[in-house]
């Protein structure tokens, strides 16, 4: 009996969390209640505080679940062999974000967790501090890490110029994170991936040393899908 009260448990902290996602999205953080999330799920209030002891410890706690539902996802997204960025190239990385930008918009949680934390997280807050370094910077699975990693592991390889990495990974986190969040918006009135595709590739023209073969330019989007096939070399 124990154990099923303690699975029973599980699955209710899961339903609250998700509840919580969804008002958090649509009606904002600061005006959702902990009875709002409980009528919602036709739960008591008290039974929502049994779980969370305050709304913050809710919040914090559904985006530790999210960021573990991404970071499960970029790294299935990683070539097979690497459990890291640590050997990547630019290509590589600047595909992954796009096959990512793709899951979110596939996925009805994921552009909720997107729109939360864009509208509704007070990131200024110090309890949102480590949070925040692991959404962007973890070296493992944090996207603006694997865009300044990758343009390191260029530059070393000769294979880019010698630019700085931090300069070039904020651009195409910004790109990334502006067409993300205006196809959610519905205000991009051209294709996501095709869109983030040629952002990237004129980044990649931009920085990258020609090796003797065509760059790539004239044709869109081109220069980035005949070069990530080789780099994750070093």
Same mark, same amino acid.
């Given at each position: 009996m124990a154990r099923r009260t303690k699975e029973e448990a599980g699955k209710t902290r899961a339903r609250i969390l998700a509840s919580a996602l969804s008002l958090f999205a649509k009606k904002g953080y600061e005006r959702t209640t902990f009875n709002d999330i409980a009528s919602r799920l036709k739960l008591t209030k008290g039974a929502v505080?049994?779980?969370?002891?305050?709304?913050?410890?809710?919040?914090?706690?559904?985006?530790?679940?999210?960021?573990?539902?991404?970071?499960?996802?970029? %790294?299935?997204?990683?070539?097979?062999?690497? %459990?890291?960025?640590? !050997?990547?190239?630019?290509?590589?990385?600047?595909?992954?974000?796009?096959?990512?930008?793709?899951?979110?918009? !596939?996925?009805?949680k994921g552009t909720a967790f997107f729109l939360l934390i864009h509208e509704q997280v007070k990131w200024a807050d110090a309890s949102m501090s480590s949070v925040r370094e692991n959404l962007l910077r973890n070296p493992r699975f944090g996207p603006w890490a694997a865009f300044r990693t990758a343009v390191e592991n260029d530059v070393k390889a000769g294979r880019a110029s010698d630019v700085d990495p931090v300069k070039v990974a904020s651009v195409c986190i910004s790109i990334w994170d502006g067409l993300v969040h205006s196809r959610i918006a519905k205000l991009?009135?051209?294709?996501?991936?095709? %869109?983030?595709?040629?952002?990237?590739?004129?980044?990649?023209?931009?920085?990258?040393?020609? %090796? !003797?073969?065509?760059?790539?330019? !004239?044709?869109?989007?081109?220069?980035?899908?005949?070069?990530?096939?080789?780099?994750n070399e070093t």
């Open positions: 505080y049994w779980h969370f002891e305050s709304k913050e410890a809710l919040l914090v706690a559904l985006l530790d679940e999210m960021l573990a539902k991404f970071r499960r996802q970029i %790294t299935a997204l990683l070539p097979a062999g690497e %459990t890291s960025f640590e !050997g990547l190239s630019f290509p590589v990385v600047a595909d992954m974000m796009v096959r990512n930008a793709a899951q979110i918009i !596939g996925d009805a991009l009135l051209c294709d996501l991936e095709e %869109t983030l595709r040629d952002a990237y590739d004129a980044v990649w023209q931009a920085i990258r040393i020609p %090796t !003797g073969g065509a760059s790539g330019k !004239g044709k869109p989007g081109k220069g980035l899908e005949k070069e990530k096939e080789n780099g």
